[in-house]
């Protein structure tokens, strides 16, 4: 079964700043990654994913993440934080693996909530 | 433009009562989920369905039902067996082999009253 860690429940940043949110996986297969961003009383919305090829992704508002399979890490990274950052961040890993031929379920992290400070 | 569609956005509850949470989504996507969020506790999965007329049982499954009798549709009924209902709840679909991920809805909000 898989697991993600997001270390650090409450991350705070200064207005351009860089953001860095952790993420560690477990997996048994090579996974399928995903970031999630939600802003108050919305639905999660995708940020960016890794599935196979390139390790460093690029995501949406200027944010990416690289795929280090050593350290079992997916960390998400942004140069620097606008106010508009502020919100809660859902790092994602799926069992269905490399090849995508069987079906798969999403395994969650616990959420980072993300303040910038003007 | 295909999307994920969950009403009411806020809905209240008398103690004793059931309600049901609607999820409509035409993306013609085969599985579904509906995932529970409480301050401070991430996202908790309640049901999840692969196919119609199949479901499963997530984490938290005490006190809510679902139903899928069509492909678009996995509405979910919050139980009066439910003793702490209060809480914002997430419909969600994916493809079968979740490569793109899910599409969330906009959430609904339940309160008890």
């Known amino acids: 079964a898989q697991s993600v860690t997001q270390l650090g429940s409450h991350v705070s940043v200064s207005e351009g700043a860089l953001v860095l949110l952790r993420c560690n996986y477990s997996s048994s297969v090579p996974p399928y990654l995903f970031w999630y961003v939600q802003y108050p009383n919305q639905g999660l919305q995708l940020l960016l994913k890794?599935?196979?090829?390139?390790?460093l992704v690029k995501g949406i508002n200027g944010f990416e993440a690289e795929f280090k399979k050593s350290e079992t890490s997916f960390h998400l990274t942004k140069p620097s934080a606008h106010m508009s950052d502020a919100a809660e961040y859902f790092c994602?890993?799926?069992?269905?693996?490399?090849?995508?031929?069987?079906?798969?379920?999403?395994?969650f992290g616990q959420g980072t909530i993300l303040t910038v400070h003007p | 433009d295909g999307g994920i569609t969950q009403s009411p956005k806020y809905l209240f509850r008398k103690e004793g009562q059931n309600v049901t949470l609607s999820c409509e989504q035409n993306l013609n996507h085969d599985a579904m989920y509906w995932y529970r969020q409480d301050p401070g506790q991430g996202l908790r999965l309640i049901y999840y369905s692969q196919i119609v007329n199949d479901f499963q049982k997530g984490d938290i499954a005490e006190g809510y039902s679902v139903s899928r009798e069509k492909k678009e549709s996995f509405p979910l009924t919050v139980t009066s067996a439910q003793k702490n209902p209060t809480a914002f709840y997430l419909c969600?679909?994916?493809?079968?082999?979740?490569?793109?991920?899910?599409?969330f809805g906009s959430g609904t909000r339940l309160t008890v009253v």
């Open positions: 890794y599935t196979t090829g390139a390790t």
């Open positions: 994602a890993v799926s069992d269905s693996g490399a090849g995508g031929t069987s079906y798969g379920k999403l395994t």
């Open positions: 969600a679909s994916s493809p079968w082999t979740v490569v793109e991920g899910y599409t």
